[in-house]
């Protein structure tokens, strides 16, 4: 599989809740990391998510808010992974920051260098990744 999202995790089914349009799927990471996904109901089908399934969540770099620090503010965003910077790649106009969750996991952000200097992002600090539960693909391999 080859795809433009920075972010890809593999993991698996451990809830579903059916909806009459769209369903509520959670992914479990082998680092026990949960990811929350929000799909049509036709795609569930389409894609034979049940409990126990093996399945991927991807979460475009655009799509990631970053915090300083660990989560510790409320917000609407169902997916809050919190981590350490390893990386700042700065560009001209936006910064790509990726951020350390531990067991082999890294999610990549991309943000504004006016972002970036305003919460005074440095390697080495804590920071949290948040992206909402519409803003995540599931997929499976065939």
């Known amino acids: 599989m080859k795809t433009s999202a920075r972010n890809c995790f ?7 809740k059916n909806g009459t349009v769209n ?31 093996s399945a991927f969540a991807l979460i475009k770099a655009s799509f ?3 915090t300083v620090g ?23 106009v936006n910064s790509e920051v990726s ?7 890294i999610i ?3 943000i504004t260098n006016e972002s970036c200097e305003n919460l005074e992002f440095q390697v080495g600090d804590d920071a949290t990744a948040m992206f909402k ?3 995540v693909i599931v997929g499976v391999e065939d």
């Not at 593999?10 to 579903?16: A, K, N």
């Not at 959670?26 to 799909?39: C, D, V, Y």
């Open 23 to 53: 369903d509520e799927i959670t992914l479990k990471l082998p680092n026990g990391t949960l990811i929350t996904a929000i799909i049509t109901h036709e795609s569930t089908l389409a894609l034979n998510l049940k409990l126990g399934a």
């Open 108 to 110: 990549v952000a991309i």
């Open 99 to 105: 951020i350390d969750l531990g067991h082999g996991q």
């Open 133 to 135: 539960a519409s803003h």
């Open 10 to 16: 593999y993991g698996e089914v451990v809830e579903l």
């Open 64 to 66: 990631v808010i970053l």
């Open 70 to 92: 660990p989560n510790t503010i409320k917000v609407s965003a169902r997916n809050r992974l919190s981590g350490r910077i390893i990386k700042i790649n700065q560009g001209a």
